[in-house]
Nanobody, 122 residues
Framework: QVQLVESGGGSVQAGDSLRISCVGSGRIYSSSVMAWFRQAPGKEREFVALVRWNTGRTLYGDSVKGRFSISKHSAEHTVSLQMDALTTEDTAIYYC???????????????WGQGTRVTVAS
């Protein structure tokens, strides 16, 4: 059973950049979709970005489009999220998730990491 472990969260200032990563402890099959979701205090979990493992096709949530970039590193079983031009609205716990559907719906993901906290100060 693959486990997902996120890292790289922290506290930054508005306008800064941050890169978070997610490592799978086992093999990530080529048909998998890896995604990032986030949950801000008092809000629903929100789709951020996804990448299909075999094609590299990506999709982004509207609130992060143009600022965030998801990438995969197959040999290292790692998916990363480069976050630029951060704002206080990006403050949340960021979760890595694995599924098989090219989907923005969290219900389509059956494996989740524990999350990494990102705090953006004004």
């Amino acid at each position: 059973q693959v486990q997902l472990v996120e890292s790289g969260g922290g506290s930054v200032q508005a306008g800064d950049s941050l890169r978070i990563s997610c490592v799978g402890s086992g093999r990530i099959y080529s048909s998998s979709v890896m995604a990032w979701f986030r949950q801000a205090p008092g809000k629903e979990r929100e789709f951020v970005a996804l990448v299909r493992w075999n094609t590299g096709r990506t999709l982004y949530g509207d609130s992060v489009k143009g600022r965030f970039s998801i990438s995969k590193h197959s040999a290292e079983h790692t998916v990363s999220l480069q976050m630029d031009a951060l704002t206080t609205e990006d403050t949340a716990i960021y979760y890595c998730a694995k599924g098989s559907q090219y989907s923005t719906n969290e219900r389509d993901y059956n494996l989740w990491g524990q999350g990494t906290r990102v705090t953006v100060a004004s």
